[in-house]
C-alpha cells in the first residue's frame, strides 16, 4: 500500500528495461569502507549469494530487444564462487559491467577474463572504485593496503587489453577539474589515455557507513515536486533499471538495503512506476543524471 508521502512525491515510470543489476554477493565484500551506503564487509551476510538459477530465469523473461547492458555488482562480486560462469553466460546477451573494488583482479584473472570476451560478441567493461588519486586519502576510506591492490588490479585489466572506468566518490568535497586532473595524471601512467569515460565521479549516497562515520540525509532532502522540475526522467535510473538480488526486485542499486526499494519478486510482478519518496532518491536528484550507470554520452 502506498503512504500518504507517496501520493505526494514525483514518480518515475518504466517505460523499457535496458539494464539489469544482478547483485551477485548479498552485502559481503572483502573491504570495509568507512562511505559504503550498503555496510557491506567481510563478515555482513544478510542477503544471500544469488545462484546462477535466478539469474537465468531473469534473462528469460526479459525483453532481449531492449538490453543494453548488464551489471555484475555486491558486495565485491568477484567474491562469487560461480562468478565466470555468471560472466559467460551474461555476455551472451549484452555488454556486461562488473562493478569492483579491483583489489581481486590479477594477470591471470584479467587474461582469463580478456578470453572470455574475444570468445563472444559483447564487452566486458570493469568499473573500479578507487575513492582518490592519493594513496593516503583513498586509504583513509578503504583500508590500509586497498590502494596499491586496486592499482595493480587496473595494471593487469589495461595490460590484458581492458579500458576500465574508475569510479571516485568526491568526499572531500575537492574543486572537480582538480579531482578530475589527479585522477587522470596517475591513470595516464597505465599505458592508456584516459578521457572523461573513464572517470565516474558521485556523489555520496548518505546511508549506511556514510551515515554512521559522517552524516545522514538532512529533514528537507526529499525529492518534490518543485525541485524536480529542472530534472529530465532519463537521468534517474529507475527510469530503464532494475536490481536483482536473491530476495527480490529492487528499483535501483541505492535502494538494495531498503525494504522500500523492494518491488517484487520476479520482474513481471513488478510495476514500472516509483515513487520518488526515500531521502536517497534526492541524491540522484542532485546530481541530474544517472548516479549507477555508465555514462556512455561522453564517450561521443
Known amino acids: 500500500m502506498l503512504t500518504g508521502l507517496s501520493f505526494q512525491a514525483p514518480s518515475v ?5 535496458n539494464n539489469i543489476w544482478f547483485q551477485l554477493t548479498g552485502f559481503t565484500c572483502n573491504l570495509k569502507c568507512r562511505h559504503c551506503y550498503l555496510s557491506c564487509n567481510p563478515t555482513n551476510k544478510t542477503k544471500n549469494f544469488l545462484n546462477m538459477d535466478k539469474i537465468r ?21 568477484l567474491l562469487h564462487r560461480d562468478i565466470n560462469n555468471i560472466i559467460r553466460h551474461c555476455i551472451k546477451y549484452t555488454d556486461v559491467t562488473i562493478i569492483t573494488n579491483g583489489t ?4 591471470k584473472k584479467a587474461r582469463f577474463l580478456r578470453q572470455i570476451e574475444i570468445d563472444n560478441d559483447y564487452e566486458i567493461i570493469f568499473r573500479i572504485s578507487l575513492d582518490h588519486y592519493e594513496e593516503r586519502k583513498n586509504d583513509e576510506i578503504r583500508g590500509k593496503g586497498s590502494y596499491k591492490k586496486i592499482l595493480g588490479g587496473i595494471k593487469s585489466l589495461v595490460n590484458n587489453g581492458f579500458n576500465p572506468i574508475i569510479t571516485a566518490v568526491n568526499l572531500w568535497e ?3 577539474a582538480t579531482f578530475k586532473n589527479g585522477y587522470f595524471k596517475l591513470l595516464s601512467e597505465f599505458n592508456f589515455e584516459p578521457s572523461e569515460i573513464n572517470l565516474k565521479i558521485i556523489p555520496p549516497v548518505k546511508a549506511g557507513e556514510y551515515k554512521k562515520n559522517y552524516s545522514g540525509y538532512g529533514e528537507n532532502d526529499f525529492v518534490t515536486a518543485e525541485n524536480i522540475k529542472n530534472c529530465a526522467p532519463e537521468n534517474f535510473d529507475c527510469f530503464n533499471t532494475r536490481l536483482i ?10 535502494l538494495v538495503n531498503d525494504p522500500r526499494g523492494k518491488i517484487g519478486e520476479t520482474l513481471s510482478d513488478s510495476p514500472n512506476k516509483f515513487f520518488l519518496e526515500l531521502n536517497t532518491c534526492f541524491s540522484c536528484r542532485g546530481v541530474n543524471k544517472k548516479l549507477f550507470n555508465n555514462d556512455w554520452h561522453l564517450s561521443k
Do not use: F, Q
Not at 530487444?65 to 558486495?75: A, D, H, M, N, R
Open 13 to 17: 515510470e518504466m517505460r523499457k528495461l
Open 57 to 77: 530465469k531473469t534473462l528469460d523473461e526479459v525483453d532481449k530487444s531492449g538490453l543494453e547492458e548488464i551489471y555484475l555488482t555486491g558486495g565485491e562480486p
Open 104 to 107: 581481486l583482479i590479477n594477470d
Open 174 to 176: 575537492e574543486d572537480e
Open 245 to 254: 538480488a536473491e530476495d527480490g526486485v529492487y528499483v535501483c542499486p541505492a
